[in-house]
């Protein structure tokens, strides 16, 4: 049975702590969202992460406030200094532009500043639990900047996640974080002997596998050595009794061998790690391996990390970005570098006036594209866009999370290929991830190798990385069901009664009975034959699609009536529902149509249920929809 729609604001699926999905069950719910309305918002449990920042997150930044900050400053938490001080640098950038009308110069940029939390036994050989010891950083400023804060947290993807907040929260609240300024501070003072303050001095080590210091003296050393016993028992209490993290480390590496293609049994971790690589279903470039394989907290924080060293690599240059893209996408490439050349109709006159450009000697610093496209799930001709990179030197970067790697065999015509692992590969909607591939033949890939070495961070956090790599033990037997069930879905909509396609072929002449404008689907799209040359040999079309009616009020109709999830994401492993332009795009609505995407478009991300009884869903609308006329 498909998963019904939830109760506004109820996490989905319903009572899922990280859940990365809301329930916003009616057109009315999605335009309130959109206008902040209170009726709404004063509902929502949690949204999705980079959009909304989880409830745990929240509470924490006040916590760190109080402390650290004024009342009429807040914060942003990021898991290193560097994804902290490119946050301190976008505001400052920014707030020196249009944001801040009205206020001047001095003020502009003013109280912007990080605090590194560390835990007072921070330098800790940790051989259990080292991805635990790691920093939290937070970014204070004034609430006026708020609006640019929130903006890197969306588009960058650098932000923690719920579940490192909610570490670290508890390890805040229970006193073993402490400041690096003040850890410092401390360090620096003299030795003193007896039952004084604790001294936190930096080079002493413990591992958690070893606690069995029990000395009651009060000497400055004993007084470090508590610390660390006390930051032990917290990590083992954390986390002891539920969740091993001492597997975290593997888990990441069973992860880069399933999205490397060589790891495709569902079995326990212990068991996986040393089966053989399948040949079957590997990337098939000659030099490949699980080593060009990278781990991001999310899906954006992988394409803005890409774009980012593709800077630092090839040179200060401007980017395209090609067909209509998931909207922070175009925002990375627009806001950091030199701004890019969007062409936003994925068209062949697009690729006409890219090579007249490039004939004339203009330079590129990579092209962007994803494969299908979000939401109108077309495909760029990508043995044109390979043929022009290779003749006039630009780097081709691919998002393949829509067609993904099962479907689609995309890296030997591009040189990075980029994911959101938090859509089908996870399935669960309870964790984030993204992740990188390098393709090892591609023309930059010593330089990116090099550049990764030196400037990849792996924040992709260890309670994190568990749960994904469980979600995605099962993810080929899903994505070939899902494969079956959209392409059925598909059919019904598209072969419908109600459908403009069978009206117009049945020579109907009561025009009025179409409901169904069009059905997006690769299947069915102008750009099929571009689709066909890269699936798998067993691969499907995928398990999203979109589709538009005749009427703003067949949409509406369409859209309260069926039974199923929703709210924002995709890639579940249930069916979930949105009006995809409205909640992406409402504020540039005009501009989105300009481009095909049409405001009342519908979006749909097909799961595991039954698929007779997802058809049955979706024909019992289509008759409410007839009965009561909602057609053109």
């Excluded at 109108?376 to 043929?387: E, I, K, Y």
Aim: neutral net charge; hydrophobic residues 40%.
């Amino acid at each position: 049975m498909a998963l019904p729609p939830q109760e506004l604001g109820q996490s989905i699926p319903a009572d899922t702590a990280h859940a990365v999905s809301v329930s916003l069950p009616t057109w009315k719910a999605c335009v309130g969202y959109e206008e902040g309305e209170d009726w709404v918002l004063s509902k929502m449990k949690q949204a999705y992460p980079r959009f909304y920042i989880h409830n745990s997150i929240q509470a924490f930044v006040g916590n760190i406030v109080s402390q650290y900050g004024n009342s009429d400053e807040t914060a942003m938490l990021f898991p290193s200094t560097s994804s902290a001080t490119r946050c301190v640098e976008f505001i400052m950038e920014q707030s020196s532009k249009s944001y801040l009308q009205g206020r001047t110069v001095t003020e502009k940029g003013k109280n912007i500043r990080s605090v590194e939390l560390v835990f007072k036994g921070e330098n800790f050989n940790c051989s259990r639990n080292k991805s635990a010891v790691t920093m939290i950083v937070a970014v204070l400023f004034p609430t006026l900047y708020y609006a640019i804060a929130k903006m890197f947290w969306q588009h960058s993807g650098e932000g923690v996640s719920s579940r490192r907040a909610e570490f670290y929260h508890k390890a805040f609240e229970e006193g073993h974080l402490i400041s690096r300024d003040d850890l410092r501070r401390q360090t620096d003072l003299p030795t003193r002997v007896g039952k004084g303050p604790r001294r936190y001095q930096r080079g002493g080590s413990v591992d958690l596998d070893r606690q069995d210091s029990r000395s009651r003296h009060t000497s400055d050393s004993d007084f470090r050595a508590s610390d660390q016993k006390d930051y032990a028992q917290f990590v083992e209490e954390r986390f002891g009794r539920n969740l091993d993290l001492s597997l975290a480390a593997t888990a990441k590496v069973a992860i880069r061998r399933r999205i490397a293609g060589v790891l495709i049994a569902d079995l326990e971790l212990d068991e996986s790690i040393g089966l053989p690589a399948d040949p079957m279903h590997s990337r098939k470039v000659p030099g490949f391996s699980v080593d060009d394989v990278y781990l991001f907290p999310a899906g954006m924080n992988a394409i803005f990390s890409t774009h980012r060293i593709m800077l630092s690599v090839r040179g200060v240059l401007e980017s395209i970005s090609y067909g209509f893209p998931y909207i922070d996408t175009l925002k990375v490439l627009e806001k950091w570098g030199p701004g890019c050349l969007f062409y936003g109709h994925g068209s062949s006159i697009e690729l006409d006036d890219l090579e007249k450009r490039c004939k004339a000697g203009q330079r590129f610093l990579a092209f962007f594209c994803e494969f299908p496209g979000n939401p109108l799930l077309r495909c760029p001709d990508l043995h044109r866009v390979r043929s022009l990179a290779d003749q006039y030197d630009f780097a081709v970067v691919i998002d393949e999370t829509i067609g993904n790697i099962m479907n689609v065999h995309l890296l030997p015509s591009a040189d990075v290929v980029v994911s959101s692992l938090t859509k089908i590969f996870s399935g669960d909607s309870n964790v984030m991830g993204g992740s990188a591939v390098l393709n090892p033949q591609g023309r930059y890939y010593k330089l990116l190798k090099k550049a990764f070495a030196s400037e990849y961070e792996d924040n992709f956090w260890a309670e994190d990385a568990v749960f994904m790599e469980r979600n995605s033990r099962d993810f080929i037997p899903r994505i070939d069901r899902i494969n079956a069930n959209a392409e059925a879905i598909c059919k019904v909509l598209h072969e419908s009664p109600h459908s403009r396609l069978y009206v117009f072929s049945q020579a109907i002449a009561n025009v009025n009975k179409i409901i169904v404008k069009e059905v997006y689907y690769p299947k069915y799209g102008k750009t099929r034959r571009f689709y066909d040359m890269f699936r798998s040999p067993n691969g499907g079309y995928g398990g999203l699609f979109s589709v538009t009616f005749h009427s703003t009020s067949a949409a509406v109709t369409f859209f309260d009536a069926i039974e199923i999830a929703k709210g924002p994401s995709l890639g579940t492993n249930f069916t979930l529902c949105s009006p995809y332009t409205l909640l992406a795009h409402y504020g540039e609505l005009d501009w989105a149509a300009s481009f095909g995407v049409e405001a009342d478009l519908i979006r749909i991300s097909v799961g595991l249920e039954d698929k007779d009884d997802l058809i049955a869903r979706v024909k019992r609308v289509l008759a409410v929809m007839d009965i009561a006329q909602v057609c053109i």
